[in-house]
């Protein structure tokens, strides 16, 4: 987002009140979206606002030496923007390393984190999680640095496009030529991507240039029209009139604005807004009320702290989601009053001393970019360390014991003299595949190697495999793709899903290329509707819907038919299939839980138990299900651990203190070690796939 340039020009107090329109509104929308469904926008009124005020800011400079030039706009760009942004990343780095477990929700944060002190956010943000208005990037500390990436690359071009306004008129007109042509390019593209890539247009320069371009020609033409003395040519009460126009135009963006249609079309009205409030506001004499409230100075010393309300207001709201949560008026007060006292503490300690004090205003322009870049650097390379240190950190107890906590915990350690599991990747078309076996092991093999298919489900069993590799001795394949299940008798998610039949063919096509007879092929997979994500819960009504709504019940018998096709092939060479009967799910989150910081979170009021009874019900038609299959597949069985995770009338997400689950439906590390050993008599007892006897356990 924009910043406060300390101008050698006329100073623009309405400019400060807009600031603070647009920062309350981004707040109050990130606070809750219900409270200002459009209230996003408020980025892209600050996008126009950085346009105009960045272009005064250089305006008073007449014919200078381009190196002189470029030095004196990023020594103030450093210096105003660099100190608050690096305290900020670091204290947020090190309360994150505290208390935000490392879970699938959390997992890109630290990279989104590590490039923002380079103005690069955007770019991993689009990569690892798409878009803005998804669950998962409200739980990422530094989604709101993408705003902060864009800027900082458009002040890369900035100096090089407006240097030419200080040579002459002719050099106006050549830059205001050059910011136009940008504008119509970025504003084509926008317009050309924004439906089939609505996160590309969201997060990127190239769909974003033409707000942040408004702002400069605006000022380049009411510089143009009436000098400094403001554009008098329009009469007050024209200029009034105009300015209440606008302002209702913004009102319409902040209120209407959709997820998913920003910046094009939905913020078209926000930059009309806020191109007609800086344009006819800049007479000193319009506006009447409007212009009173804009400069009011309650008002000012907010859009004066906007750009660290910007800043810290996300980490803020962010980690009270992972702990206390957000949802209650008094917890949203307190991040309001948390919020507001740690702006205000960056303003007077951080952002105004850097950028008035005289030793730095002082200091030659190369020697401030330079200490500026090293010291970027330097922190950048303390943060990643912190982060890699986050495990020791970690207030969590699935840091603590992330052995019990994680498939791929500390279980995996070898469990006999010179031997343990060693994984490799391969490149398979279309699916990740890791192979465990053993190494430096003098136990003896097993017969018979295990193939897996599947999606997280599949990889949540990771450090079974590993045992298994050391225990039984039998190389492991397992075959997965984040998202796709493979035989989950839910088509929706499984087949009927492009890239995830892709990934199922890929897979299963290179299973059957390396399988021979007396090898086994498992498919663990979430069987029945998920209770709750890692981020809400799911209205029980709809899970049954799931399970026996007639979509559901017609969806699982086309899918019997298609997966007893497809595996068809492998049972009549002799490789034994065995499925995973449902496991137990849960209607919250342990993991989130399971701290003293955290249980007390929203996300946890559905609590951690289920009745065995409604479990039983809503697996009973999965079983069936596969009983159906296996008797027409040879050597099919099912194996069902749900008798161990859950022996007793009630199912419980822990055994004894020890985590039996990880979310509300991926087991544990421990888990994984205590069905070990059943998996195993499984396996041992598996018939071949020639003997025609199928099985359940």
């Given at each position: ?168 008129a002719r050099g106006r007109k050549w830059s205001m030529a050059l910011f136009a042509a940008g504008l119509v390019a970025s504003l084509g593209y926008v317009i050309h991507i ?87 506001l800049y007479r000193p004499d319009a506006g009447g009320p409007l212009r009173a409230l804009l400069e009011n100075g309650g008002v000012r010393w907010v859009g004066r702290l ?333 194996w069902d651990p749900f008798p161990i995770l859950c022996p007793d009338a009630t199912c419980f997400v822990e055994d004894n203190g020890r985590p039996l689950y990880f979310d ?34």
């Amino acid at each position: 987002m924009p910043v406060t340039d300390d101008t050698r020009q006329r100073y623009f107090p309405y400019i400060d009140g807009l600031r603070a329109l647009a920062v309350l509104s981004v707040i109050a929308y990130h606070l809750d979206a219900r409270l200002l469904p459009g209230g996003f926008t408020g980025v892209d009124v600050f996008f126009v606002i950085s346009g105009f005020v960045v272009s005064a800011s250089m305006a008073h400079l007449h014919r200078p030496r381009l190196p002189d030039y470029l030095g004196y706009f990023y020594s103030r760009r450093i210096r105003r923007i660099a100190p608050a942004l690096v305290v900020c990343l670091m204290l947020t780095g090190i309360a994150s390393a505290l208390f935000i477990p490392q879970a699938w929700l959390s997992d890109t944060s630290n990279e989104v984190g590590r490039w923002a002190f380079v103005g690069l956010s955007n770019f991993v943000l689009l990569r690892t999680d798409g878009d803005y208005f998804s669950p998962k990037v409200e739980f990422n500390p530094y989604t709101h640095t993408w705003s902060l990436g864009v800027e900082e690359q458009f002040y890369v071009l900035f100096p090089l496009l407006f240097f030419a306004w200080a040579w002459g008129a002719r050099g106006r007109k050549w830059s205001m030529a050059l910011f136009a042509a940008g504008l119509v390019a970025s504003l084509g593209y926008v317009i050309h991507i924004a439906e089939a890539k609505p996160a590309l247009a969201f997060y990127m320069l190239t769909t974003r240039f033409w707000q942040l371009a408004t702002g400069v020609l605006l000022f380049q033409v009411l510089s143009q029209a009436k000098g400094e003395s403001g554009a008098t040519r329009i009469p007050a009460f024209v200029a009034t009139a105009g300015a209440f126009v606008s302002l209702a135009l913004l009102a319409v963006s902040l209120a209407t604005a959709r997820a998913g249609h920003s910046p094009w079309p939905d913020s078209v009205p926000a930059v009309l807004g806020t191109l007609g409030l800086l344009g006819f506001l800049y007479r000193p004499d319009a506006g009447g009320p409007l212009r009173a409230l804009l400069e009011n100075g309650g008002v000012r010393w907010v859009g004066r702290l906007s750009y660290s309300l910007y800043l810290w207001h996300w980490p803020v709201f962010v980690l009270m989601r992972w702990t206390v949560g957000l949802e209650s008026l008094p917890t949203q007060i307190a991040a309001l009053l948390v919020t507001f006292g740690l702006a205000a503490f960056s303003y007077y300690f951080v952002e105004t001393p850097f950028r008035r004090a005289a030793v730095f205003r002082n200091a030659h322009k190369l020697v401030v970019i330079g200490v500026g870049v090293i010291a970027i650097f330097a922190f950048m390379g303390v943060y990643r360390k912190v982060g890699r240190m986050q495990p020791d950190l970690s207030l969590s107890v699935t840091a603590q014991h992330a052995d019990d906590w994680y498939p791929m915990g500390r279980e995996t350690r070898a469990v006999y003299p010179d031997c343990a599991a060693t994984g490799h990747q391969e490149a398979v078309a279309g699916a990740d595949l890791r192979i465990y076996s053993k190494s430096s092991c003098t136990t003896p093999p097993a017969s018979g190697r295990l193939f897996v298919i599947g999606d997280s489900h599949a990889a949540a069993y990771m450090g079974l495999y590993a045992k298994l590799a050391v225990d039984a001795g039998r190389d492991v394949y397992l075959y997965t793709r984040a998202g796709c299940a493979f035989a989950s008798l839910q088509p929706s998610r499984d087949y009927k899903a492009p890239h995830c039949r892709q990934f199922g063919d890929a897979a299963l096509a290179d299973v059957q290329s390396r399988a021979k007879p007396g090898d086994t092929l498992f498919l663990p997979a979430l069987r029945l509707p998920r209770y709750a994500d890692q981020w809400t819960s799911i209205d029980p009504e709809q899970v049954r819907n799931a399970v026996f709504g007639a979509d559901a019940v017609a969806g699982r018998h086309e899918a019997e038919q298609i997966v007893r096709d497809m595996l068809q092939p492998l049972t009549e060479r002799g490789v034994a299939i065995v499925f995973e009967a449902p496991k137990p799910v849960f209607r919250s989150p342990p993991y989130r839980c399971a701290d003293w910081f955290s249980r007390g979170n929203p996300a946890c009021r559905d609590g951690l138990a289920m009745p065995r009874g409604e479990l039983e019900a809503l697996r009973k038609p999965v079983l069936d299900s596969l009983a159906r299959m296996t008797a027409q597949l040879p050597g099919a069985s099912v194996w069902d651990p749900f008798p161990i995770l859950c022996p007793d009338a009630t199912c419980f997400v822990e055994d004894n203190g020890r985590p039996l689950y990880f979310d509300a439906d991926h087991i544990s590390g421990y888990a994984n070690r205590k069905l070990l050993p059943g998996f195993m008599a499984h396996l041992s007892a598996t018939p071949s796939a020639g003997s025609g006897n199928a099985r359940q356990e």
